[in-house]
């Protein structure tokens, strides 16, 4: 079974680091793209950027680009989200979701999702 | 950025009865391969999404035929013929032509 499992939820303060996870498993790591999704309390999807673990290639979205780090440990098959200075309006769930080739060239939806890791950031 | 809105922000049905949500690009989001590269996903209270629609009018693995996705280029519809309880939630349309990929506000379907 492909699952995605998140990391728990987190409580910070402003100027904080911060690095969430999310631990594959059930299918070759290396060789699907992961996803981010952001959701900011009772507002909608804002899709955050994709990672590849095969060479850790990213993109992002350039509105988030600079803020917060994607990356991805090969050996334990977890892909992480990092902040080095969280602001409030960082406060949102976050979610992983395996992004899967879906056939014509260049599609991509999501299929597994993890259950979302709630970050609060508040003094 | 490819803008996306949907409406109405807000369907209540009752059911068994259908149920229609409408989706808008700012852009086209037809490939020259003629395909719309258009996502329906649908969030349960408190869960994540799920893909209920892709390629604007393919269902997803195990979602029920009563959901029909339909539409293309700037203009798409996905309908319920016959709502059940299990439908509720948030329902996002998502454009995955270009980066970043982009979703509707949500529509939020509840039962009457």
């Known amino acids: 079974e492909v699952r995605l499992v998140q990391s728990a939820a987190e409580m910070k303060k402003p100027g904080e680091s911060l690095r969430i996870s999310c631990k594959a498993s059930?299918?070759?790591?290396?060789?699907?793209?992961i996803a981010w999704v952001r959701q900011k309390p009772g507002k909608g999807l804002e899709w955050m950027g994709v990672?590849?673990?095969?060479?850790?290639?990213?993109r992002y979205n350039s509105a988030l680009q600079g803020h917060v780090t994607m990356s991805v440990a090969k050996s334990t098959s977890t892909a992480h989200l990092q902040w080095t200075s969280l602001e409030a309006a960082d406060t949102a769930t976050y979610f992983c979701?395996?992004?899967?080739?879906?056939?014509?060239?260049?599609?991509?939806?999501?299929?597994?999702w993890g259950k979302g890791t709630a970050v609060i950031v508040s003094s | 950025d490819i803008v996306m809105t949907q409406s109405p922000l807000s369907l209540p049905v009752t059911l068994g009865e259908p149920a229609s949500i409408s989706c808008r690009s700012s852009?086209?989001?037809?490939?020259?391969?003629?395909?719309?590269?258009l996502d329906w996903y649908l969030q349960k209270p408190g869960q994540s999404p799920q893909l209920v629609i892709n390629?604007?009018?393919k269902r997803a693995s195990g979602v029920p035929d009563r959901f029909g996705g339909s539409g293309s280029g700037t203009h798409f519809t996905l309908n319920i013929s016959r709502v059940e309880a299990e439908d509720v939630g948030i329902y996002y349309c998502?454009?995955?032509?270009?980066?970043?990929?982009?979703f509707g506000q949500g529509t939020k379907l509840d039962i009457k």
């Open positions: 979701a395996r992004h899967v080739h879906g056939g014509p060239p260049d599609y991509y939806y999501m299929d597994v």
């Open positions: 059930g299918y070759p790591f290396k060789n699907y793209w």
């Open positions: 990672i590849y673990p095969g060479d850790s290639e990213t």
């Open positions: 852009q086209s989001l037809l490939h020259s391969n003629e395909y719309n590269y």
């Open positions: 390629l604007a009018s």
């Open positions: 998502m454009q995955v032509l270009q980066t970043p990929y982009t």
